[in-house]
């Protein structure tokens, strides 16, 4: 999806932000840009062309833009998606990613232009993303980039594992250093 400057909106539109639970939002997800005013799937939409498909979205720079709605990350998560790569995310966005199981990948322009390139001539372009060596490589031309990601994420994304499993994981230490210091 080659486009620049998605924003949050974009992403699920506000209209369905009418619960506060995870289920039910991938169905949304780029709804306005998938389906017509009578609900018919556009088929000159990406995620309408039976072309494409697979877990990793690839997406112009400045991903996930605009207001701060952790809904648009469960849009994503929930329409199957486990990698965005991007250029650039928004970061409050790509944080949101994170905490829902969704590996932002951020890459050099340079390298997001092969890749649109390459998924271009060759819809069915494989990309490979390897979250314990941090790279990820385009199959067609064999190129690939090292991307960054915070430790602590990466060890929860590795271990499926939220804060909260993270938390509980440690419950003896912390309520030992409790005991000790309060």
Not at 123 to 128: D, F, H, L, N, S
Request: proline share 4%; aromatic share 10%; hydrophobic share 40%.
């Amino acid at each position: 999806m080659p486009l620049e400057n998605v924003d949050t909106d974009q992403i699920v539109p506000a209209r369905f932000l009418k619960s506060t639970g995870r289920e039910g939002f991938g169905e949304h997800l780029f709804r306005d840009w998938r389906y017509d005013e009578n609900g018919n799937p556009k088929a000159d939409f990406v995620l309408n062309d039976p072309r494409y498909g697979g877990e990793i979205l690839v997406a112009g720079k400045n991903f996930g833009c605009g207001s701060s709605r952790e809904h648009a990350a469960w849009a994503i998560a929930g329409y199957g998606f486990r990698v965005v790569i991007s250029s650039f995310f928004a970061d409050i966005h790509k944080n949101n990613e994170l905490n829902n199981f969704v590996l932002p990948v951020v890459v050099s322009e340079n390298f997001l232009a092969e890749l649109f390139a390459s998924i271009s001539a060759d819809p069915k372009t494989k990309v490979r993303v390897d979250l314990p060596a941090q790279t990820v490589m385009n199959m067609a031309t064999g190129s690939g980039e090292h991307f960054d990601i915070n430790g602590y994420k990466k060890h929860c994304l590795m271990n499926g594992i939220d804060d909260i499993d993270y938390l509980l994981a440690h419950k003896d230490v912390i309520e030992k250093w409790e005991r000790t210091n309060a």
